[in-house]
Structures are given as C-alpha cells and as structure tokens.
C-alpha cells in the first residue's frame, strides 16, 4: 500500500507539472504581452523614456524578461561608472557590447541611455516559474545591510498569548509555527508558494495574498503588542515580518524589527468564502439526494420513484442561470436578498438563496447513481440468497444493498469537499458573493497572468490528489478493494 501511495503521489506531481506548464506557455505566448498593459491607467498616463522604462520594469515583474538599466549595466560590469554612463564613449561602449555578446536585446532611450532586455524563452518561462515557486524561511532569509549585528536562529519561545511557537530571528517571519484557535489550529510560515505578484487587478499585491486574506472592513480590537503598549489595532502579530526601517510607531510596538504584519478582517477569504457555500450545500446535496435516491430505488415505478424521475430530469434540463432566476423570484417574497451584499455575511439569510441553487444543481446527480447503483444490487444473487434465508426487504436493503452501492459514492466524496473549494462561478456572479468561483475567467478577461497561473495549479492539484483520496477512502469502506497488486500477482 505505502509503495502504491507514493507512486501514485510522483505521478500526480509530474501531472501537475505537465499541466502547470502547458498554461505558462500558453499564457506567456500566445496572449500579446502589451495587451497586459492595456488597463493599466498609469501606464497610459505616461510618455516618452518614463513609459519605456514602466512598461520594461514591468514586464520584467510579471516574469516576461530581464530589463537591465544603463545605471546597472554599469554597476555590474564597469570598472569606471562615470566614465560608463556617458553616452558614446569608449567605456559605454564596452558595456553594451559585453551585453550584445551575452545575448541582451540593446535599445536606447530619446536621451540616448541604452538598456538592455532578454527575452525568455518557453523553457526559461516554465523554469524560472517553478524555481521561485517553493520558498524556504530560515534564519539567514533576511540580509539586511542597516542591521549587521542580526541575531539568527531558531528558537522554542512563546507568542503574545503565551502559547508556545517555533519564533526565529533572521528569518523573513518572526513566527514559524504557532497555535490559535482558528482552522487548522497549528500554522507555519516557514514553507511558502510564491506565484508572483497579482497585476492589473490588485497591482502589486502578492497573488496568494489576493485570494487568501480576508475582506470587507478591519477588525479592531485592543491589542497588547511585544513592548507591553496595549493599542487598538487590527494587526494580526502571528503574521509578523521582518522590516528594514522602523519608525517611532513601530518602536513604540515592536521590541525588534518583526513590525510588519497583516490584518484580520470581518469577512472571510475569497478561498473561504467558497469553501463555506460548497461545503455547506455538499452537506445538504448528500443528505437529502442519497436517502432520496435510495428511496427512488425501494420504490421503482411507483410514485415516489415517478415525482424523482421528474425532479431529476428537469433540474438537470433546465439552465443553471434559468434555475437561479426561477428560485430567486420566489425567495424575494419572503425577504430573502436576491444578492449577497445587501445584507453581508453576518446575516444567516445571504446564505439561503445561493445554498438552495447549489444544493439543487448537486442532487440530481447524487439521485441518479444512487438509484443506478441500489437497482443494479437488487438483482445480485447474494440479495436472492438473502431473501431465501428470510431477511426482510428492509435488511436487506440496509444491510447489504446499500452498503455496497455506496461504494461508488464514497469514491467521489473528497474530490466534492476539496474541489468546493473553487466555487461556482454562475452562482457566485448570479449573486455577487466575493468568492473564487469568478477569479479564474476574470483573470482570464483581465489577462492577470500570474493568477491565471496560481489557480490552475490550485485547481489541478486539487483535481488530481482528490482521486487519490477517494481511491484510499474505497479501500476503508471496503477491505476487498486492493490499490496494489499482491505478489505473484499482475
């Protein structure tokens, strides 16, 4: 079994590489890179070597090619820098003909400063994708030239609750691995995924910042911080960061220079916001479809078995957009909102209109292979053998029918809870809930390379170790299954 695992884990990593590579070349070749530019006001807002050098250093950002600026040209490569950034001599010269020899692209501004580019290729795109992508904190992180005398290590200590936590000093987070009293409890910051940065929208933010924060207004609370001061703040210290220039503000809070962090805020993350509309109505789709289903299959042809057939065929017929105007017209005459904001994420009635659309959309699939699976056991010879011993109809659907026509649906079980996560992009636009389930085709609209790629590696893993999960969780449910063959077998 362990052999098996962990085969099937390399795979699912190689094919989420495939996958994640395919987009970056897609998405770094084939979509006009001024195009990115496009909705960007300031860039339009510029002229001249000012708009050269923005649009240069920008794609330089996004991961396009390397910009080297005259100035750096001849800080690396020059031994007499004033000599070097005067335009046609002997000594400009030699510099911008080391570059032309290293395979740099030399253009020159309108006042005859030259830069230097180099264009990546596809497999330079894809490589230097997946070399910043794992990013390891440890104590030698921070170079901070201000701050020579820089203690570095790892140390057992106690945060500004007293709960003990792994703390570090030279590590770019103050905080390594801590305990609260939110889901999954136990945190670390000492592994991190890097995808860049998110741009246009959310221009410059981290694009895993940009999807994984929270949102709507800050949370205040009196707040004691590491010099004692209690101040009302909305900081949350567990995510403190190492900050080269601290000013008064931050030495009146900080004893050191972990003074940057982050905010808590009233409203849950795009991610979360997701995660907690889809695991809910998975919750409602699988405890009303299945006993519906299996009450379809004890009752074949009859009425019940009849009205389901009918419910199944036209959710599954009619259009989810159709479905979603069709049940918000009616649940507005009972004063549920017919979009999310108007009354937040407060209040329990903002969850019922998208719940009952998700749960609907949900059921008639569960309902369908339910049936298929209960029928198709009703006519095994171990249910005939069961009825010749005597059982009843009852037992024998409880004991033995159901318990192997679930297997099939236990298999899907963690693909529905992981991939939740991703959301429902008709439903959340329909009622403009600020989840992720409209990231992907908006980053798509918006050409946001860089979050086009984070959530198809987001996605794809998902997709991929849920089929694990639901082979494993087939194996717990039932012993017969084998993931591997035994030996001497093929």
């Known amino acids: 079994m362990r052999g098996y695992i962990l085969k099937r884990i390399l795979k699912s990593c190689i094919s989420i590489f495939i996958v994640v590579s395919i987009v970056i070349a897609m998405v770094f070749t084939m979509i006009p890179r001024n195009k990115v530019l496009e909705s960007d006001t300031s860039y339009r807002k510029l002229t001249g070597d000012t708009r050269t050098s923005f649009m240069y250093s920008k794609f330089e950002e996004l991961g396009y090619l390397d910009y080297v600026r005259l100035s750096d040209m001849c800080t690396n490569d020059s031994d007499n820098y004033k000599a070097c950034m005067v335009n046609g001599s002997d000594e400009n010269l030699k510099v911008i003909s080391t570059y032309e020899d290293r395979g740099y692209k030399i253009e020159f501004q309108r006042n005859g400063n030259a830069f230097a580019y180099h264009e990546y290729n596809v497999v330079e795109l894809i490589f230097h994708f997946w070399k910043r992508l794992i990013v390891l904190d440890g104590p030698n992180a921070i170079q901070d030239p201000n701050n020579p005398d820089l203690e570095r290590r790892v140390y057992i200590g106690k945060d500004f609750n007293d709960v003990p936590a792994i703390m570090c000093s030279g590590c770019k987070h103050k905080y390594l691995v801590y305990f609260d009293g939110s889901f999954p409890f136990i945190h670390q910051n000492w592994l991190s995924l890097n995808f860049g940065t998110s741009y246009p929208t959310k221009a410059g933010a981290n694009v895993l910042d940009v999807i994984g924060q929270g949102q709507g207004s800050q949370v205040v609370v009196d707040t004691v911080f590491p010099t004692g001061v209690t101040v009302a703040s909305a900081f949350d210290l567990h995510t403190a960061t190492y900050k080269s220039s601290i000013d008064h503000l931050d030495q009146n809070k900080f004893d050191d220079h972990y003074a940057d962090c982050y905010s808590n805020y009233e409203s849950p993350s795009m991610i979360n916001t997701s995660y907690i509309f889809g695991i809910i109505s998975l919750i409602l789709a699988y405890a009303i479809g299945i006993p519906a289903g299996i009450y379809m299959s004890r009752k074949k042809d009859k009425l019940g078995d009849k009205i389901g057939v009918v419910f199944i065929n036209l959710i599954t017929a009619m259009p989810s957009l159709a479905l979603i105007f069709f049940v918000r017209s009616i649940v507005v005459n009972f004063g549920i909102p017919d979009k999310f904001p108007l009354l937040g994420f ?124 639901g082979d494993l969780l087939m194996v717990v449910v039932d012993p017969r299954i084998q993931l591997s063959a035994k030996k001497g077998g093929k």
């Open 346 to 469: 407060k209040d329990i009635r903002s969850y019922i209109s998208p719940l009952i659309i998700l749960t609907l959309l949900s059921m008639p699939g569960l309902m369908t292979w339910i049936r298929r699976y209960m029928l198709d056991q009703s006519n095994s010879d171990y249910v005939k053998f069961a009825k010749a011993k005597g059982l009843s109809q009852r037992e024998i659907f409880s004991k033995h029918i159901l318990k192997n026509a679930i297997i099939p649906i236990v298999n899907g079980i963690p693909g529905s809870i992981i991939l939740s996560i991703g959301g429902a992009f008709i439903t959340e636009s329909a009622f403009a809930i600020p989840g992720m389930g409209k990231m992907l085709p908006d980053s798509i609209t918006k050409m946001n390379n860089n979050m086009i790629i984070c959530l198809t590696f987001i996605f794809s893993s998902l997709a991929i170790f849920s089929v694990l999960l």
